[in-house]
C-alpha cells in the first residue's frame, strides 16, 4: 500500500501534465479501438459466412448471370442438400448515398438456407404473397425508418427503372455478427418485369446458393458443381461462402492495411509522447532517486516506483479510453449507417487495447528506469529538478 | 574495551580523483583517518577541499580509487552495489543539507521510508517513527506534507528518518546549509543530543565553525589531504 500511495500521488505530482498524457492516451486508446473495430467489421461479411454453404457464380466474374436451369442440375448433385438463388440489385434508395445491399432472392427456398435471418412467421407469409413485397434488416428499418406496410422506391441501375417495393417483414439477426442491413425481395418479381422490358435477361440469376448435407463435403461438392457446368457458355465458379466474402474484402485489401497502419502509428506517437512524459518527470526527480538510493533502496524498488508511475498513468488512459471506445463505436456505426454489414467492438479489440496500453507503459519506463538504475548517487544528489 | 573495538570509521591510504575528459583531478589523497564510536567530527575545509567527498566515501554513496574504508568492522570498499545498499540501510543515517525528503509524503511516511527495507511489521514501524518524531519534537506534524514545514522542521524530519533504523553513523552534510539562525541552533542541538544521549556517532561537513564548535574534534582538510 506504502509504495502504491506513493505512485499514485508521484503521478498526481504535475496533474497538468498526467492530465494530457492520459487524455491523449485515452485519444489513442479509443482511435484504435475505433480503426479495430472498422477492420472487424469489413470482415465481418466474412466471418459470420458459413462454411457449409457454397456459392456459385459465373466463373467470368460475377457480373455475369447464369442460367436458372442450372439450379434443377445442382440439386441432384450428391451432397447437396438445399439450393436457392438471388441476384444483386444494386438500386439507389433517394440518393447514392444511401448505399445498403439489395438481393432479389428466391422467395421460398432462400429464408430456408438462412436460418440466421429471424422473420416472424406471419411476416413472412405475408412476404411470400405478396410480390412486391420486402424483408429488411432491422439496423436498416431503424436507419432509414422503414416500417412494415410502407412503400420503398428504389431507382434501379442494373435493372432500369423505378421499382416499389412494400415491406412486409423485418429481420433480426440470430448472431451478433448477423448481417441485419439487407434489403430482400422477390426475384420473380424482377423477372417477370424483365421478361416485358429486357427479354434477354430473363430467367438468370447472380448467384446459386448450395446448402450442403455436411461443411466436410464442401471441397468435392464445389468441384462436381463447376465440373456439371465446363464448356457451357456460362462456366462456374464455385466456393465457400466464406470464401466469396473474402473475395470481396481482398479487393478493398489495401485500404485495410491503410487502416491498419494508421492504428500502430497513432500507438506508436503516443508511446513517444508517455515515453517523454516519463523521462521529464524522472528527471525532475533525478535528487529524490538518488536520495532513496542512498538510503538503500535497490534497483527493483526504483524499477518499481517507475514502471508503476507509467502504467498509473496508461492504465487510467486505457481503463477511460476502453470505456469510450463503446459508445463512440456506437455513434461511429450509427453515423456510417449500413456501410458496413455490423459494428460492434469485439472482445479481442479490448484486449489489443489492454496491451497496447501496458506497451506504452513499459516503453516510457524503460530508459527512464534504466538511467535512475546507473546514475551515480552523488551525481543524482547533486542534480536539481 | 579495547582500541580496536572502539574505532568505528577506519581509513587507510585513502584516494579518490574524478576525471573530466583526459584530465584526472585528484579529490582526496592518502587520507588516513579513524573515528571512534560515538565520536562527533567536523570536517572543515575550504570549498573543493574534499571535505563532501570524503564523506560520500565513508557514507559508501561513492567509490575510492585506492586505500581502504572500514565501518564497523566491514571493508566497504570489497562489496558490490546491491551489498553497499544494503549495508548502508542499515548502518548509515544520512542527514542532507536540502533534507532530500520525498515531496508526496507525509512527515510520517518520511520516516517511515527506512523502514521498509526491514523486516518490521506495520505496527512496529508506526511505534518506531512515533517515537523518532517525538525525539525530533515534531509529534504534532506527522500529516504534514514537507511543503507544509519549515525550513528546520524538514531537517528534524530528516534527522528522524536517519536515526529511525538505528544506523552505525550519522553522516551530515552541510546540515545547517539552508537554515536560519535559530533553526540551525535547533538542529545542531538535536544532532549534539543524539550524540551525546544515545551515543551516536556523528561526522558532519560544514563550512560553520559555529556548527564544528558542537564537535568534540574537528578535522581540517585542504587540497584533498587532511591537515590536522
Not at chain 1, 434508395?93 to 432462400?110: D, I
Not at chain 2, 579518490?16 to 588516513?32: E, M
Not at chain 2, 552541510?174 to 542541538?189: H, I, K, Q, Y
Amino acid at each position: 500500500m506504502y509504495y502504491l500511495r506513493m505512485i499514485v500521488r508521484n503521478a498526481m505530482r504535475h496533474q497538468l501534465r498526467s492530465g494530457l498524457t492520459v487524455l491523449g492516451i485515452v485519444v489513442a486508446i479509443v482511435a484504435f479501438g475505433l480503426l479495430r473495430t472498422v477492420v472487424d467489421a469489413w470482415y465481418s461479411g466474412a466471418e459470420a459466412a458459413s462454411k457449409s454453404r457454397l456459392i456459385t457464380r459465373n466463373a467470368i466474374s460475377l457480373v455475369f448471370s447464369m442460367p436458372l436451369a442450372y439450379a434443377g442440375k445442382i440439386r441432384q448433385i450428391d451432397g447437396v442438400k438445399a439450393v436457392s438463388y438471388a441476384s444483386w440489385f444494386g438500386g439507389v434508395y433517394v440518393t447514392e448515398k444511401n448505399f445498403f445491399p439489395q438481393f432479389a432472392v428466391h422467395a421460398p427456398t432462400y429464408f430456408n438456407l438462412y436460418p440466421e435471418f429471424v422473420v416472424p412467421p406471419e411476416q413472412m407469409r405475408d412476404f411470400l404473397h405478396d410480390r412486391k413485397g420486402a424483408i429488411v434488416g432491422r439496423r436498416l428499418a431503424e436507419t432509414y425508418g422503414f416500417k412494415i406496410g410502407d412503400t420503398v422506391s428504389l431507382r434501379g441501375t442494373i435493372y432500369p427503372g423505378i421499382w416499389d417495393f412494400v415491406i412486409r417483414g423485418i429481420y433480426d439477426g440470430a448472431e451478433r455478427t448477423t448481417d441485419v442491413s439487407q434489403f430482400f425481395f422477390q426475384w420473380d418479381y424482377v423477372n417477370e418485369t424483365m421478361r416485358i422490358t429486357a427479354p434477354r435477361r430473363m430467367n438468370t440469376v447472380g448467384v446459386y446458393i448450395i446448402a450442403l448435407t455436411g461443411a466436410d463435403r464442401a471441397s468435392d461438392v464445389s468441384a462436381s458443381v463447376d465440373a456439371t457446368f465446363r464448356n457451357s457458355l456460362a462456366e462456374t465458379l464455385t466456393e465457400t461462402e466464406q470464401a466469396f466474402q473474402l473475395g470481396f474484402v481482398s479487393m478493398t485489401e489495401a485500404i485495410v492495411v491503410a487502416i491498419r497502419v494508421v492504428s500502430y502509428l497513432i500507438i506508436f506517437i503516443i508511446m513517444a509522447v508517455m515515453a517523454n512524459t516519463m523521462a521529464m518527470t524522472v528527471r525532475e526527480r533525478l535528487s529524490e532517486y538518488a536520495t532513496l538510493k542512498a538510503l538503500g533502496f535497490g534497483s527493483r524498488h526504483l524499477a518499481g516506483l517507475i514502471f508503476g508511475e507509467a502504467f498509473v498513468i496508461a492504465g487510467c488512459g486505457a481503463l477511460i479510453g476502453i470505456f469510450c471506445t463503446f459508445p463512440i463505436a456506437e455513434r461511429f456505426g450509427k453515423a456510417t449507417g449500413t456501410l458496413f454489414p455490423t459494428f460492434n467492438v469485439h472482445d479481442e479489440t479490448i484486449e489489443w487495447q489492454i496491451a497496447c496500453a501496458v506497451l506504452i507503459a513499459v516503453v516510457a519506463a524503460l530508459v527512464p528506469c534504466w538511467r535512475v538504475m546507473h546514475i551515480r548517487i552523488v551525481d543524482g544528489l547533486r542534480s536539481i529538478g | 574495551m579495547d582500541q580496536a573495538a572502539q574505532t568505528i570509521v577506519a581509513i587507510r591510504n585513502l584516494a579518490k580523483a574524478y576525471r573530466r575528459g583526459d584530465q584526472v583531478v585528484p579529490v582526496l589523497t592518502d587520507i588516513t583517518l579513524d573515528i571512534a564510536a560515538g565520536d562527533y567530527v567536523a570536517l572543515m575545509g575550504p570549498s573543493g577541499s574534499g571535505k563532501s567527498t570524503l564523506l560520500n566515501l565513508i557514507a559508501g554513496i561513492d567509490k575510492p580509487d585506492a586505500g581502504s574504508l572500514s565501518i564497523g568492522g566491514i571493508d566497504i570498499t570489497a562489496l558490490d552495489e546491491a551489498d553497499l545498499a544494503a549495508w548502508r540501510s542499515r548502518h548509515v543515517g544520512f542527514i542532507f543539507q536540502f533534507y532530500n525528503l520525498m515531496p508526496v509524503l507525509t512527515a510520517f511516511e518520511n520516516v517511515e521510508l527506512p523502514l521498509l527495507l526491514t523486516d518490521l511489521s506495520a505496527a512496529q514501524r508506526r511505534q518506531h517513527v512515533g517515537d523518532a518524531l517525538e525525539m525530533v519534537g515534531l509529534a504534532d506534524r506527522v500529516e504534514h506534507y514537507p511543503s507544509e514545514l519549515s525550513g528546520g522542521q524538514q531537517q528534524r524530519v530528516a534527522i528522524a528518518r536517519a536515526i529511525i533504523t538505528d544506523p552505525t553513523i550519522l553522516v551530515a552534510d552541510e546540515p545547517t546549509g539552508d537554515l536560519d539562525r535559530v533553526s540551525a541552533e535547533e538542529v545542531l542541538n538535536l544532532i549534539d543530543r543524539l550524540n551525546r544521549e544515545l551515543g551516536k556517532t556523528v561526522i558532519m561537513v560544514t563550512h560553520d565553525p559555529h556548527a564544528a564548535a558542537k564537535a568534540r574534534s574537528i578535522r581540517h582538510l585542504d587540497k584533498g589531504e587532511l591537515t590536522q
